[in-house]
């Protein structure tokens, strides 16, 4: 399977920025979206914002963190970046990559395929 490596996470103030990357291990034959999650402590896996990965490179992503963060990709590199910027509190949660197969929601957790063992990222105020 591919294996997915995020990097980048820490600690920022609030009102900072973090930019993640998530790096596949092999070539990405078959996936079509790459996304990003995050999970904070007794919360649901919550959808951040996805890409699409072949053909065009439309991005979708959550109201909390529309306008703040972007997602970015590099199919050469076979990464996929997240650039969290005016952070807040609330944003502090262990970020996870995932890349979908075929068909799917993209804002759904189920829809993906491989995961990222995750990286926290934690904003103070």
């Known amino acids: 399977q591919v294996q997915l490596v995020e990097s980048g996470g820490g600690l920022a103030q609030a009102g900072g920025s973090v930019r993640l990357s998530c790096a596949a291990s092999?070539?990405?034959?078959?996936?079509?979206?790459m996304g990003w999650f995050r999970q904070a402590p007794g919360k649901e896996r919550e959808f951040v914002a996805a890409i699409n990965w072949s053909g065009d490179s439309t991005t979708y992503y959550s109201g909390s963190v529309k306008g703040r963060f972007t997602i970015s990709r590099d199919n050469a590199k076979n990464t996929a970046y997240l650039q969290m910027n005016s952070l807040k509190p609330e944003d502090t949660a262990v970020y996870y990559c995932a890349a979908r197969q075929g068909s799917g929601v993209y804002g759904a957790p189920y829809s993906y395929r491989y995961w990222g063992q995750g990286t926290q990222v934690t904003v103070s105020s």
């Open positions: 092999e070539r990405t034959f078959s996936i079509n979206v």
